[in-house]
């Protein structure tokens, strides 16, 4: 019996010291890009967040879905909604994006202190996640973001306008 126990115990320090050894093997990491280049738009979120009651409306966009939800705080009100799209509606929302203006476009101070409502874009690439709030008062970049609106619009229900 001990001599059971021994080649157990034996069978077990192994593998463990294997599967130790080739954790530790550093493996060389090739980043998985496919067809998608360090330009290529992979999601945008907008958001309008604010006003006294606490209102907002979230709508985030990939490649395939559209999903929107709205609400206030206040008086605890939810609602949800999401479509999927297809790849000529996706192409037709970014198409009015410059990818190379991503790192010009300028945000403005936040307008919730004073009971205002903030709009807030995140354009995401696989290189990197833009960041904008209430960039309307960029009179040079932001006239591309106030296009894609124009194009979200015929896509949302009016609720979520």
């Known amino acids: 019996m001990p001599t059971t126990k021994k080649l157990h115990l034996k069978i077990l320090f192994s593998i463990l010291l294997l599967s130790a050894f080739f954790s530790c093997d550093k493996k060389e990491t090739v980043p998985v890009t496919g067809n998608r280049t360090s330009n290529e738009i992979t999601c945008i979120s907008m958001s309008h967040i604010g006003g006294t009651l606490g209102e907002y409306t979230i709508v985030k966009i990939t490649k395939d879905s559209v999903f929107a939800e709205k609400g ?3 008086n605890k009100t939810h609602k949800e909604w999401a479509s999927s799209i297809n790849i000529d509606t996706w192409k037709r929302l970014i198409s009015p994006i410059n990818v190379n203006d991503l790192d010009d476009i300028k945000s403005s101070p ?7 409502i903030d709009e807030t874009f995140q354009i995401r690439t696989p290189a990197k996640s833009h960041i904008y709030v209430n960039s309307f008062a960029d009179t040079v970049y932001y006239r591309q973001l106030q296009q894609f609106k124009e194009q979200l619009v015929l896509i949302l229900p009016k609720e979520y306008q």
């Open 110 to 116: 936040s307008q919730q202190p004073v009971d205002g």
């Open 72 to 74: 206030a705080t206040a």
